[in-house]
């Protein structure tokens, strides 16, 4: 019974470091361990595997999904992410192509059987396959998932467990698209909870979607001194950065009270302490 006090109190400590990375990026590959779990537990080691699939599930507090990359999020954070579904949806994606009859059969199996996985639809492949290559069910899973039809619910075996956004996503969640004002702020308030101190460049790394307001967004907050603008020693002027100022920090600070925990509760690191740099913002 004790162990499992712990872990409902460390549950809560976890979130706290997702939502103040504001993403988490998943790892594929696995040697000694997947960096997403390496990433949290070096910012607090009561982390345990079974945290992610906790923080999965109801009341779900995360999400799957591709900030700069695939990552764990906080579940108030598809509001964000509307935009790219649209494009998605008007453009199809990137880097693969999904046949329309495989995403209607793909949705309609989703629909009649409930969550499932890519390994759920069997279609015989031969020859060598290339990295994007994946079978005809597969590329419509991911088109799906990506336009936001379709909801990573957790992962079986590294393998996503895809269900309808309709049916996994809280009835009571903000799906409203965001207006261009709402996500210049958005990308900025998330820089300056996760990073502190950062250059313009660095508010929507790797990010294409209503990324047009930055600027502007970044000027009238320095101009109302809830940034502040600094020098670093050894940096052209160009790449001058940007700091919350201590009234927007406190502002935070209260607003967000109840992602804040108390950290005299929560483990602190030794004089010396390993924290993993992969791409977790």
């Given at each position: 019974?004790?162990?499992?006090?712990?872990?409902?109190?460390?549950?809560?400590?976890?979130?706290?470091?997702?939502?103040?990375?504001?993403?988490?990026?998943?790892?594929?590959i696995?040697?000694?361990?997947?960096?997403?779990?390496?990433?949290i537990?070096?910012?607090?080691?009561?982390?345990?595997?079974?945290?992610?699939?906790?923080?999965?599930?109801e009341?779900?507090?995360?999400?799957?999904?591709?900030?700069?990359?695939?990552?764990?999020?906080?579940?108030?954070?598809?509001?964000s992410?509307?935009?790219?579904?649209?494009?998605?949806?008007?453009?199809?994606?990137?880097?693969?192509?999904?046949?329309?009859?495989?995403?209607?059969?793909?949705?309609?199996?989703?629909?009649?059987?409930?969550?499932?996985?890519?390994?759920?639809?069997?279609?015989p492949?031969?020859?060598?396959?290339?990295?994007?290559d994946?079978?005809?069910?597969?590329?419509?899973?991911?088109?799906?998932?990506?336009?936001?039809?379709l909801v990573?619910?957790?992962?079986?075996?590294?393998?996503?467990?895809?269900?309808?956004?309709e049916?996994a996503?809280?009835?009571?969640?903000?799906?409203?698209?965001?207006?261009?004002?709402?996500?210049?702020?958005?990308?900025?308030?998330?820089?300056?909870?996760?990073?502190?101190?950062?250059?313009?460049?660095?508010?929507?790394?790797?990010?294409?979607?209503?990324?047009?307001?930055?600027?502007?967004?970044?000027?009238?907050r320095?101009a109302?001194?809830?940034?502040?603008?600094?020098?670093?020693?050894?940096?052209?002027?160009?790449?001058?950065?940007?700091?919350?100022?201590?009234?927007?920090?406190?502002?935070?600070?209260?607003?967000?009270?109840?992602?804040?925990?108390?950290?005299?509760?929560?483990?602190?690191?030794?004089?010396?302490?390993?924290?993993?740099?992969?791409?977790?913002?």
């Amino acid at each position: 019974a004790g162990r499992w006090v712990w872990f409902g109190l460390f549950f809560f400590f976890i979130f706290d470091v997702i939502w103040r990375l504001v993403a988490v990026q998943i790892d594929t590959i696995s040697v000694v361990e997947r960096a997403h779990h390496h990433v949290i537990w070096t910012r607090n080691t009561g982390y345990e595997r079974g945290h992610i699939e906790a923080l999965e599930t109801e009341p779900r507090r995360i999400i799957e999904y591709w900030s700069h990359a695939a990552s764990y999020m906080p579940i108030e954070d598809v509001r964000s992410c509307l935009p790219r579904m649209e494009r998605v949806r008007v453009r199809g994606h990137d880097w693969f192509k999904a046949d329309p009859r495989a995403v209607s059969d793909v949705r309609d199996k989703i629909s009649a059987e409930g969550p499932l996985r890519a390994q759920d639809f069997f279609e015989p492949m031969k020859g060598e396959r290339g990295w994007w290559d994946w079978k005809p069910a597969k590329s419509a899973l991911e088109y799906l998932f990506h336009a936001g039809e379709l909801v990573c619910i957790g992962r079986r075996g590294f393998q996503k467990v895809y269900d309808l956004a309709e049916h996994a996503l809280p009835a009571d969640l903000d799906m409203r698209t965001p207006t261009a004002s709402e996500m210049a702020a958005h990308y900025v308030d998330r820089a300056c909870v996760s990073l502190g101190i950062f250059a313009a460049q660095d508010v929507a790394y790797m990010r294409e979607d209503g990324v047009q307001g930055i600027q502007a967004e970044l000027a009238e907050r320095i101009a109302d001194g809830r940034l502040v603008e600094v020098d670093i020693e050894g940096l052209p002027s160009s790449s001058r950065l940007s700091i919350p100022s201590s009234s927007t920090e406190n502002a935070w600070r209260d607003s967000s009270a109840r992602h804040t925990r108390s950290s005299a509760t929560c483990p602190r690191a030794g004089a010396r302490s390993a924290i993993s740099p992969f791409l977790c913002s």
